[in-house]
């Protein structure tokens, strides 16, 4: 149950991160992506005070819209483990043995399947290097998001293309000691 939270823990993460990840759907970049799709591969680390570290890993595809968020969450070989779909009336998990667990947010969803608290509705910004009301951006010197401080929370950008309004192909979100999750994107598309 325990590393069933932690996959949990990942997929709602980002319901709420070789050569470059190639944009189709004609988005130019960064700058002109508003709603997108992304396929990832990630690596997932969370501790607790007097617990040992729990980690998993896998891949996901995150479609990000106005009406809300779809995320698969599949073990490293490719096999459904479940499915997030967040919308205005609420959040709900579905997992690969048939369960269903609903609740008003992605965020209370979470909360109650692992016991953290997140700011869920952040992280299509963050991915994207926006910063909040209260974040800060450190840039690189193409101009691109190099950091990005926000809420307690720490995002590292990592871009394989030198262009200026590049999307980032690998991310970092952490916490300090206790979360920290990895992104490799594979491919971003822009949405429809």
Known sequence: MRAFAVLLTAGTLLAGCAAAPPVSGGAAGRSDLRDFSLEARFALRTERPNEA????????????????????????LGQGIARIE??????????????????????????????????LD????????R?????R???????????????????????DDDGADALPARLTVSRDNDLELRLRIEEWRAAP
């Open 53 to 76: 570290a729990q980690t998993a890993s896998g891949r996901l595809s995150w479609s990000h819209r106005p009406a809300g968020d779809s995320v698969l969450i599949a073990n490293p």
């Open 86 to 119: 967040t919308s205005a009336a609420g959040a709900q998990l579905q997992g690969s043995d048939g369960s269903l667990h609903r609740s008003r947010d992605a965020a209370a969803l979470l909360r109650e399947a692992t016991g953290y608290t997140l700011p």
């Open 122 to 129: 952040q992280l299509p910004a963050w991915l994207l290097g």
């Open 131 to 135: 910063p909040g009301p209260d974040g």
């Open 137 to 159: 951006l450190d840039l690189d010197a193409l101009g691109r998001p190099r950091r990005l401080l926000s809420e307690g929370w720490r995002i590292d950008y990592g871009y």
